[in-house]
C-alpha cells in the first residue's frame, strides 16, 4: 500500500495566491499537465510490467506474500523511494532532478501494484480482473474529478484538515502494520476508511496547490497529487475485489 504526501509546511514565498490570475493559472495547467502524464505512465507501466515482465510480477508476489516480513520490508522500502521521490521533486537546481523523483514515484508504485494485479488475475481470471481494474479506474478517477472541482469551485481552504489527516495516516498505518504482525484481516470498512481519508488528501492538497505552491513547485505539486490517487486506486480495487469475493 502506499501513502499519500503530504507538504510538511506551508509555502509562503512566491506562493501561488501571490500570483496574478494568468500566472496562477499557468502554474494550474503545469501541474494538472504533469500529472496527467503522470497517471498515463503509471497505468503504461503497469500494465507493461504485467505483460512483458511476467516473470519479474510473479516472483515478486510470490517473494512479498512469503511472509508478513517481508510485506513490511515493501512497505518500509517504499516510504522510503517515497521521500526521496519528493525530495528530488522539489529541489530547486535542477528541473531533471525533479522529473527523476516524479519518475522514481511512478515505477515504485507500479512494481508495488503488480502483487494485487497477479492475485486478482489469479483469483477471478484475466477477464473479470481487467473488468474490476477498469471498475476502479472510473471510480478513482470520479472522486479525484469531484473532489477537486468541489474546492476550485468552492474556493475554501481546507489547510485546517492537515492536523486530523496526519493522525487519521499514523493511525491507519498503526493498523496495517498490527494487521501483518498478529496476521489478522483489515476487511471492507478500513478499506472504506482509507478511501475517505484518501478524499480528505485530495481536498487538502488541491487547497494547497491553488494557494500554498510556488510557481515553479508544479512537478512536486503533480508528485503529491498522484501519490494520493495511486493510493486511492490501491484501495477502491481492493474494496471492490473483497466485494467481489
Excluded: C
Amino acid at each position: 500500500m502506499g501513502f499519500a504526501a503530504t507538504a510538511r509546511e506551508r509555502f509562503i514565498p512566491g506562493a501561488v495566491a501571490t500570483l496574478g490570475v494568468s500566472d496562477r493559472v499557468a502554474f494550474l495547467r503545469k501541474t494538472y499537465g504533469v500529472l496527467g502524464i503522470a497517471l498515463v505512465a503509471f497505468a503504461a507501466l503497469t500494465g507493461g510490467i504485467l505483460m512483458y515482465a511476467p516473470e519479474f510480477s510473479m516472483g515478486f508476489t510470490r517473494w512479498a506474500f512469503g511472509g508478513q516480513l517481508n510485506w513490511l520490508l515493501v512497505l518500509g522500502l517504499f516510504m522510503v523511494s517515497g521521500v526521496i521521490a519528493q525530495k528530488l521533486a522539489l529541489s530547486d537546481r535542477s528541473r531533471g532532478l525533479q522529473y527523476l523523483g516524479l519518475g522514481i514515484a511512478v515505477t515504485a508504485q507500479s512494481i508495488l501494484l503488480q502483487p494485487l494485479l497477479v492475485y486478482a488475475m489469479l483469483r477471478f481470471g484475466s477477464s473479470d480482473a481487467l473488468s474490476i481494474v477498469g471498475q476502479a479506474t472510473v471510480i478513482t478517477l470520479g472522486i479525484f474529478v469531484g473532489l477537486t472541482l468541489t474546492v476550485f469551485v468552492t474556493k475554501k481552504d481546507f489547510n485546517f484538515m492537515r492536523g486530523v489527516l496526519s493522525m487519521l495516516t499514523w493511525g491507519a498505518l498503526a493498523v496495517i502494520v498490527a494487521s501483518m504482525l498478529f496476521g489478522f484481516s483489515l476487511g471492507a470498512i478500513f478499506m472504506g476508511f482509507m478511501i475517505m481519508l484518501m478524499g480528505g488528501y485530495i481536498l487538502y492538497q488541491t487547497s494547497l496547490v491553488m494557494r500554498d505552491f510556488p510557481p515553479q513547485a508544479h512537478v512536486a505539486a503533480a508528485l503529491m497529487l498522484f501519490s494520493t490517487i495511486a493510493t486511492l486506486f490501491w484501495y477502491v480495487l481492493q474494496l471492490l475485489m473483497s466485494r467481489r469475493d
